[in-house]
């Protein structure tokens, strides 16, 4: 655990010859010493280029602002970067959504108290009142909001209220069963995070695991993505699978199941907060 | 491995209570000796009973001849039962068709002449001649039968001719890239495995590898299945799984399904060939 | 779920022809209705023979008094056999035992809860007070006995009097960090379960994830086994196991091996509790 | 696949702040293109630095020589670092030995056929002549170098005498069963690689799969490392894994543990090949 400041830089633009060198070279003359540095490229001719770098900045010569503005004006302007720089000492502040399973759910609240997810989780929204207790024990607030058809609209601009005041910076769906509008959704543009329980794109839509019985297949799985306006149909951040056989009930496939949700999700929500994943078009880059 | 006479005894039927007792009691009073037992339940109320038996002969009291008559009219009648016994000491002969990808191919073969398949290949089919030499190195005929559009019928009844003439008890699609009309497929009912290089049922159809590049999957998978007329629906006997990344190319999926293509149809293939499939439906039991 | 009595039959014995039909007679004879039936041989000549079998017992002529005194005159003594029946209505208590780490001890409990280990579990005996309100707030009797060099055989009998108390049948060590000496392990044979973080025998005695670090393996595992009196050398119930890089540090490991350890001890405990497993020698056999 | 010049540089060395904005400046400054970065310290205050880049040179202004030079005075020797250039174009050297195992082998014969193992196989060495016929199929030279107690050290110099001549970069034990003494081991340090068909450190020694049957092992694995002087110690740079189970006998966790072995050292070559591993101490960082 890093005592000095640590930041991340995230990094998308056209691929040409340089950008490594233009980046290290600029965090180094003010004073910043990277500590990990991952980069990928589509294509080197015409391809996208992706970068992820952490540094300290125990000699830093700027502010934090200063240093932004000068990177965007030295480097990031010429080479036409999409890019943004995450401070650790700002944690992000995530917000959970669930419905009645409690599984995911718990499973993030544990890891948080453990230290394992480096976040701030100041609320829970669920439809439904059931885990309250649960949720509270954890210190954090419980909001009912009930959705019916007629009252989505309404819920909907209620839930984005609580999340406004409460700053989120990431909404994560711990099996939250209402499907989110689009006025939801543009809001946190891949910030909503999502665990659907297949192996995507096998199996969309509704009960996943019977259809998955049905079929007769011998693998299951999970999946964390981006929520999109596609519903099942955002960028894949990660997947787990198990064996399964013909001895495997429904309810024995959900209880397998759930094991990967949480597992799988876990992961998505702890290399999202570290400033592991880029989304290109409908796909990710993970730097893990 | 056994010096006696071994035998697998397969039987689907209704559930009821005293199936075990009926079948290990015959069994036992005709001096068969139970090695391996395995079955499964749907349902034990209504449900759809299986079972696989191994069992050895040394003290027979009847011709396997006889002792099927009896079986049928003592057990199998009564339970109204859907059974068949294979004898080790007749080896299944099979068929393998391919078209240019020699890796599914070869994996056999090479397992076969290890010993690793208990079998005998009589043949290969192609619609293409490169493959010939690999083949014939093995000791095993190759047969080059083009396929277009006009010549179809006319492919397939020199296909069935060939299986006809030699003996053929299962037929193999070793990446055979032609689909097979229903006059081949019906004349061999769950007795034609195909792999598929994906992992059904995602991916369906042409170039699942490109399909799982482009919806940016973090596993890929083979599946092993019976054909049937549903192209790439028929009942799965096996998957395989392995990871992948935003870092890993079509052609860098491809290498890794490969691997996978060769490990999954060799399961499928050693598991039918010891009868230890069952098929319900569009789904199967395998006691593996 | 089974709304009529439910049962499970395990058998050991030298392997000789008939076994299955004596058995499978014997229940079908008195109503019993076999649901599942699964049977290993490790030699048809002159090996060990297992067996488990599932029955329920709509329609059962004897009591299961009367039931077990009949199968041990008509079945068990010609065979030799080692055998025992549970009923699932008498579900088995279960103490755990924990230290510091909750990672283990809360991922029994939640399963618990939630309905998915059929057992009591009465208390959980720790030498450290810290995990009280956690696990007191799942309505689980806490008991503080510390343990010291000086005090061990004193807190030992502590230990044993309390489970005697509260009739426990298994012990689980969920990350306990004491050595059971001999008079506990000798009045618990096969019902004391540990959970071992490493890949087992890789790593036996202290601090195994420093250790694969240092190593510098590339898979990291868990192993849960049976107690016995040789520390980390009990017969293996379950393993899990998950790869690791370079990247990871020994707290990265640390992380990635809780996760399998929860893993791999609710497996194992439930197979316990659903009298999965038979141990044979130092080796275990799971009818899972 | 890259139609320009395609180069790939390791380094190692203390880790301080700057290196990669030097390593990165100056391939920018000679017109080399970074195509691919990867990046590892093992503690960024004290500890160790890794570095992989994969650059073409559409524009070098100077000849690799000279490159190489500059590189060495202007970078390499301010961080005291320990570095090397691969240039695609010139393709390694691989010398296979083998014993009579062929499922190895021929895995590597089979990929290097297909090309995907980017490399010149000049030779095969054994102490055995079965594989002859096998190998010289593939066009390569079969040297049958017999290996008796009386004749080791004769042997082995006429096996040095071999690699030397073929200019031989790389040595593959393919299951070769003679301990190389310190000789030959010393002459190619972390240049040979050695398939162990267990999962190090567990089942050290001769024959891991008997081992493993009787430890009762749930899981079995496969290692390949880098040969030194103490068998079976040597940096690990891949390992699989499979499960197994108590109906596996000896002879099956062989042939599962084969599949592996094929699979986990052509890994491993590969990597290899590619300049993705780097050795520290007794540990490898896999740049994969």
């Known amino acids: ?145 009930p959705v019916s058809k007629d009252t989505k609209a309404e819920a909907e601009a209620q839930t984005l209220a609580l999340f406004e005041d409460a700053g989120v910076d990431l909404v994560v769906l711990a099996r939250y069963m209402q499907i989110l509008s689009p006025r939801v959704v543009d809001r946190y543009p891949h910030r909503i995070i999502n665990i659907h329980h297949s192996f995507l794109p096998a199996f969309v839509g509704a009960d996943p695991y019977r259809q998955a019985f049905e079929r007769g297949v011998k693998v299951i799985g999970a999946t964390a993505h981006y929520v999109t306006e596609d519903l099942d149909e955002g960028p894949i951040i990660e997947q787990g699978v198990a064996r399964v056989s013909h001895r495997d009930s429904v309810s024995d496939l959900k209880r397998t199941g759930q094991s990967l949700e949480r597992d799988v999700l876990a992961k998505a929500v702890r290399w999202h907060l570290e400033a592991r994943v880029l989304v290109q078009g409908n796909k990710t880059v993970v730097f893990a």
């Not at 180094?28 to 589509?42: M, V, Y």
């Not at 992706?50 to 125990?58: Q, V």
């Not at 650790?88 to 997810?117: N, P, Q, T």
Request: charged share 25%; aromatic share 8%.
């Open 1 to 145: 655990m890093p005592d000095v400041p640590l930041a991340r830089l995230l990094v998308t633009c056209p691929d040409q010859p340089g950008i490594v060198a233009a980046v290290s070279g600029f965090l180094r003359n003010h004073g910043a010493n990277i500590t990990a540095l991952d980069q990928h490229s589509t294509d080197p001719a015409g391809g996208t280029f992706f970068l992820r770098a952490e540094f300290t900045t125990p000699d830093l010569d700027l502010t934090a602002d200063a240093l932004e503005g000068a990177f965007a004006r030295v480097v990031a302007a010429p080479f036409a970067m999409d890019w943004r720089i995450d401070y650790a000492a700002r944690k992000k502040r995530v917000a959970l959504m669930v419905s009645k399973y409690d599984h995911a759910l718990l499973e993030l609240l544990w890891l948080w108290r453990r230290g394992e997810l480096d976040a701030e989780v100041p609320l829970v929204v669920s439809n439904h009142d059931d885990l309250r207790a649960e949720v509270e024990r954890f210190g954090v607030d419980y909001h009912h909001v």
